[in-house]
């Protein structure tokens, strides 16, 4: 029984610059260190930081004044940052910088007095940052029937901006519908779809071609960009499964499959791919391969990282 890894997949360069900033916090200051909301969409990734001293948070309310707050790599609204402020607190910023470039389109079009279609799941912690920095300006979106009816005030000053972690494909479609009704919309220069959402899924599309069985590993429950993992591998009509960890595996399901493709979600963390690919060994496999794909060598260093970077270094000394 053969192993096949898709690559790239597992974390990118967001999620461990989030890790990053949490870790060395709670080195540089000891804990508490407050966490607004879930860092990144894996049980799996929080838990470590929680045992260290890191307390997560659903409500700034719940933090202490002047104590010292991570927010999460989805980005937060504008509101969130004046609460934060409210208490003095000291806020370490994780947002990835691809979800910042969606704020700050937003930001700008909404300046120029654009009602902007945000293409996106609603209630995602990112559509709730992004819509947030322009409730009156921003109209969420998420399927083509939503472009097909949504109404916009001026059809002449309409802009689209996108989550980062959607179906490359079904995206396409959307804008494609709202290019059809609004000719004279505008977007993003590049892609809002990251980097890591499209290489992953990509990347499936390549397992699917090998594989007799699939799964997905990461958070059904959270994971956005895993969600769409799962649903590429489907669309190839593969058998696909998505578990959190390898306690999910089961051998039935194996019988009479010769190649197993395993991919990961940005958010799930190595050690948790490492054990599903240990448990398919006990299950039989003998031939671990990872596929021929991109290498991926992006890494992020928001100013909080750096700040907190400097602080270790001058500890260390
Ligand atoms: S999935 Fe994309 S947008 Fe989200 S943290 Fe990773 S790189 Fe950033």
């Not at 499964?241 to 390898?246: Q, R």
Request: glycine share 6%; proline share 5%.
């Amino acid at each position: 029984m053969q192993v096949k890894l898709a690559k790239p997949q597992g974390p990118c360069a967001g999620v461990d610059q989030a890790i990053e900033v949490v870790d060395l916090a709670l080195k540089v200051y000891g804990s508490p260190v407050y966490v607004y909301g879930w860092i990144v969409h894996n049980r799996h990734a929080i838990e470590p930081l929680a045992q260290k001293g890191a307390v997560f948070v659903e409500e700034i309310k719940h933090i202490p004044r002047g104590a010292k707050v991570v927010l999460r790599a989805h980005g937060v609204a504008p509101t969130v940052w004046d609460e934060a402020r409210e208490k003095y607190l000291d806020i370490l910023d994780a947002t990835c910088p691809l979800v910042l470039k969606v704020h700050l389109e937003v930001k700008r079009w909404a300046r120029d007095d654009y009602t902007i279609i945000y293409i996106a799941h609603e209630g995602h912690p990112e559509e709730i940052g992004v819509t947030g920095e322009a409730p009156d300006h921003v109209v969420v979106v998420g399927s083509v029937e939503e472009a097909e009816r949504v109404v916009v005030s001026n059809p002449l000053k309409v802009a689209y901006v996108t989550q980062t972690t959607l179906s490359v494909d079904e995206t396409k479609e959307i804008i494609q519908t709202l290019k059809k009704r609004f000719p004279p919309i505008i977007g993003p220069q590049t892609s809002d779809i990251c980097y890591a959402t499209q290489y992953r899924q990509d990347a499936v599309k390549n397992l699917a071609k090998v594989s007799d069985i699939i799964y997905i590993v990461g958070s059904q429950e959270r994971s956005s960009n895993t969600n769409r993992l799962f649903e590429v591998a489907v669309s190839c009509g593969v058998p696909t499964y998505f578990i959190e960890d390898a306690n999910g595996l089961n051998k039935d399901q194996l019988k009479d499959k010769n190649v197993i493709g395993v991919s990961s979600g940005a958010s799930t963390p190595e050690r948790i791919l490492q054990a599903v690919v240990d448990k398919l060994r006990e299950f039989g496999a003998d031939d671990i391969e990872e596929l021929q794909g991109i290498d991926e060598d992006i890494t992020f260093a928001s100013p909080a990282l750096k700040r907190l970077r400097k602080e270790a270094e001058r500890k260390r000394k």
